[in-house]
């Protein structure tokens, strides 16, 4: 079983940077695309990014785009997400989310493991 743990959330304010990672247990992390996704109080989960499985293939939402970057360590079974200039409409609860399906996956359906979530609130 495929267990999937964020960190690094928190409170900011805009124009602040955050650094999520994703650490990824019980299964081959490198076999996995990977993907990080938010939601927002009463909007739909949203998909952020994501990255193929050796990482060489990125595909980011329009509204991330220049200050957003996401990475991968394979041999850490580790993911990141580097998000800079946060706004407050970036404020949201961000899930990573691991595939096994073909990349790029965008939906929330074609994840199959996801963690826990963390809360990233960017005030004002």
């Known amino acids: 079983q495929v267990q999937l743990v964020e960190s690094g959330g928190g409170l900011v304010q805009a124009g602040d940077s955050l650094r999520l990672s994703c650490a990824a247990s019980?299964?081959?992390?490198?076999?996995?695309?990977m993907g990080w996704f938010r939601q927002a109080p009463g909007k739909e989960r949203e998909c952020v990014v994501v990255?193929?499985?050796?990482?060489?293939?990125?595909v980011y939402v329009d509204s991330v785009k220049g200050r957003f970057t996401i990475s991968r360590d394979n041999a850490k079974n580790t993911m990141y997400l580097q998000m800079n200039s946060l706004k407050p409409e970036d404020t949201a609860v961000y899930y990573c989310?691991?595939?096994?399906?073909?990349?790029?996956?965008?939906?929330?359906?074609?994840?199959?493991?996801w963690g826990q979530g963390t809360q990233v609130t960017v005030s004002s």
């Open positions: 019980g299964g081959t992390f490198s076999n996995f695309v």
């Open positions: 989310a691991a595939s096994t399906g073909a990349f790029p996956s965008r939906r929330s359906q074609g994840y199959d493991y």
């Open positions: 990255i193929s499985r050796r990482g060489g293939s990125i």
